[in-house]
């Protein structure tokens, strides 16, 4: 069962992929053709800027579900790195839990105003704009059941000690950890080098 859970949600994520995939080719389509078409015949697409927008939209959220579930979202464990692998479990699950109260504040945010604007036309397009604020929704509802089930294999004890920090440090750091390593074995060095004493 476990294992038809993972395979759905990398299929899920994949088909996500794609999808960002061609609405980035749609965005670029729709600029591009824009520019061309203004300095070169004077003219345009009228829904370009709209469409743009929303699709921008739409693929940041559909991004952050991949990022989610690729552990690839940018956070620090300098904390979190000196714990044991109990006291990382412990803020791990204390972390999901609080995802997850942002996620049900998201969803019940956008689901009110996807309402609110449900009769409300776009003014270039004329869809409803609901479609735009629909996007929260969707992000809200695939994290949850993402988090959710993080939670479960995180209470369960079936995470690896890798796989226990959900966060990835930027390659900014890579530097600074490398020297503040670097620094650590000289310490660890000098000491050894004054626990034995002076050389005879």
């Known amino acids: 069962m476990s294992d038809l859970i993972d395979k759905t949600i990398d299929a899920g994520c994949r088909f996500i992929e794609w999808l960002i995939v061609a609405a980035l080719a749609v965005m670029v389509l729709l600029v591009f053709g824009n520019v061309v078409l203004r300095y070169a015949f004077n003219s345009g697409i009228t829904v370009s ?5 929303w699709l921008f939209v739409w693929l940041t959220f559909l991004g952050a579900i991949v990022g989610l579930k690729e552990h690839a979202h940018l956070g620090t464990d300098m904390l979190v790195g000196h714990l044991g692998v109990r006291g990382k479990r412990v803020c791990l699950a204390i972390g999901q839990l609080l995802m997850l109260l ?19 036309s776009a003014p270039v397009t004329g869809w409803s704009m609901a479609a735009f604020y629909g ?10 059941v993402l988090l ?7 209470l369960a004890g079936r995470l690896r000690d890798e796989d226990l920090v959900m966060v990835q440090e930027s390659e900014d750091l890579a530097p600074l950890h490398a020297l503040h390593g670097d620094a650590a074995a000289t310490a660890a ?4 080098a004054a626990a ?5």
């Open 49 to 53: 800027e709209e469409v743009s927008r």
């Open 102 to 120: 942002a996620t049900w504040l998201l969803f019940k945010g956008s689901l009110q105003q996807a309402r609110i604007n449900w009769d409300v």
């Open 135 to 144: 996007v929260g929704v969707v992000f809200a509802v695939i994290t949850g």
């Open 148 to 154: 959710l089930r993080e939670l479960a294999r995180t």
């Open 189 to 192: 060095t000098e000491t050894q």
């Open 196 to 200: 034995k004493g002076p050389a005879r």
